[in-house]
């Protein structure tokens, strides 16, 4: 792969992903020499096509990519590295260079994935027992990604930048919360009863989650009596018409049997 013929230099476009997050961060060329550099080192090379050069992602910028798999098609005629970025990778200050949306068809397909969650879904109280939240049954994989996905970006768009931890409570209602911490590149921390760990502290920026608004609310309450800073705050689900305080809701649900269910977000 890579490798040169006739005297003629071969290149092979290599996209970038991200390790922990799983998202496209960029699309270059590398020849076979580019490929041999990134193996050894560990960081990702490419060769410019503009320049004709070899070129070190990140070795003027600092934003070099730490690289963790290179993987190759089934053609050899393309490449990926699985690697993690030290900082943003787009020349823009972007995190991905794919920031353009051409496409988005996540809340359609999200709309569709709750109606088939409908007969698992009630009401109780001021709480809604979704799959999202108990796990009972475990929700599907594509709405559980895309959940979460909304989830991430919801919480990236309130907290800004300086994000540490995401916060959450332990048990099946916090697992929604793993996979969006995931999608923003932050560890999770677990409250157990209801109170914040000792692992939040003062020099946190969290985002608080919860299945319920109220259960939210009062994790956002322990967190600050940590001396964390709470960037935002999100529950999973909340009766429609009720009041959730501020807190960001995924999903309204409308009284029925089963109730009928709606993004908010």
Known sequence: MGEEKGGERRLIPVAVVDAVTGEPLMLAYADQEALDLTRETGLAHFYSRSRGSLWLKGGSSGGLLDVVRVLGDCDGDAAAYVARPRRHVCHLGRRSCFHNTLLDRRRELLEQLLEETRPHTRIDGARVLHP????????????????????????????GPGLTAVLAPEGPGGLLALLAAQKLAVPLHLARGGRAPES??????????????????ELAEEAQKRGAHVAAVAALAA??????????????AEHGHPPRLRLAL
């Open 239 to 252: 009766p429609a018409g009720g009041d959730t305080g501020g807190v960001d809701v995924l999903i309204r």
């Open 132 to 159: 999202l939240a108990t796990w009972a049954p475990p929700p599907p994989p594509l709405l559980t990604a895309l959940a979460a996905e909304l989830l991430a970006e919801r919480i990236r768009s309130r907290a």
């Open 200 to 217: 939040i502290g003062e020099t946190d920026r969290v985002a608080v989650y919860a299945p319920s608004p109220a259960e939210t609310q």
